[in-house]
């Protein structure tokens, strides 16, 4: 039976939550951030109620914490991600000792229907690379006339052209997060192997097919791009943004929204619509999901399994849109 120990007040057990999920479980610092967001919300729906410790934490506290949610109109996936929050919480105070009897456990998790996600077509896919892939200052691009920019402010674009070309060329080609791409090193990329090592959720390590058109790309990024933003604090990181510093994932996401908005009928998707779209049209060409599975990272199969009703709905609109008897 767990022996109860001196208890701490919420602040100070949120704190210890957050180191145990930063340095012992490895946990992202965004879906850290969200935990405590979430469990932030929690704390002060129960001080309400007269809890001032986790061991006034009680099933009624907790449901009616949901009940408050859903009366303002949260949705499905908010109280679900909630739900699991306080689940990963509580049990991590009754192994501490805080909780006797774990709560969280009594909790029931909201079933909720994930919409299928936005994904381009691979001719919209074709369209978006090929259109990024117009450098300023390259032979055969578009001149400026009048409004072309000093020689210095021209050098920018042009690093800043080609850095984006191989970000879209390598999200694309890859299936990576963003997170992920924004930490890759110099040395991550396996020219001669064709590969990317990549350190994915919870620091699990992976390697990942590449094509030539964005080794093709990053290369050359690396060669005539770089250089030019490059400086002290640049360290080995591949992307680097505007101040020479590793890239900020936020940068990548304006990078990407920037670039479809210019693609005829594309929805606007970021950073993980195109590993949504690379997910889909490996499938439609005929990978196995185990393939995808590993590409993508994904932990569970069932996860990856997503991208085959993508799949199959966008094959019954093609029917649909063409069979004369549909």
Sequence with gaps: MTTQVAEPTFAEAIDAFA???????????????????????????????????PSMLSINVLRSWLAKLDSLGKARTTIARRTAAARVFTAYCVKRGWILQDPGLRLATPRVVRPLPQVLTQEQARALLDRAAVIPGSEGSETHGSDEPTTTDSRLAR???????????????????????????????????RLVRVLGKGNKERTVPVGVPALVAVDRWVAEGRPLLAGSGSGTALFLGLRGRRIDPREVRRVVHHAVRGVEGAAD??????????????????????????????????????????????????????????
């Excluded at 879209?168 to 396996?190: F, K, N, S």
């Excluded at 499938?283 to 069932?302: F, K, M």
């Design 19 to 53: 180191h145990h999920l930063r340095y012992e479980r490895a946990v992202s610092a965004r879906t850290v951030a969200a935990y405590l967001a979430d469990l932030r919300n929690l704390v002060d729906h129960a001080s309400r109620l007269g809890c001032s410790t």
């Design 159 to 193: 690093a800043r052209a080609l850095r984006n070309v191989a970000i879209l060329e390598l999200l694309y080609a890859t299936g990576i997060r963003v997170g992920e791409l924004v930490g890759l090193d110099l040395d991550d990329v396996d020219r001669v192997r």
């Design 269 to 326: 998707i970021g950073p993980h619509g195109l590993r949504h779209s690379a997910a889909t049209h490996l499938l439609e060409g005929g990978a196995d999901l185990r393939s995808v599975q590993e590409i993508l990272g994904h932990a569970r199969l069932a996860t990856t399994q997503l991208y085959t009703h993508v799949s199959i709905d966008r094959l019954r609109a093609t029917y649909d849109r063409a069979h004369p008897r549909a």
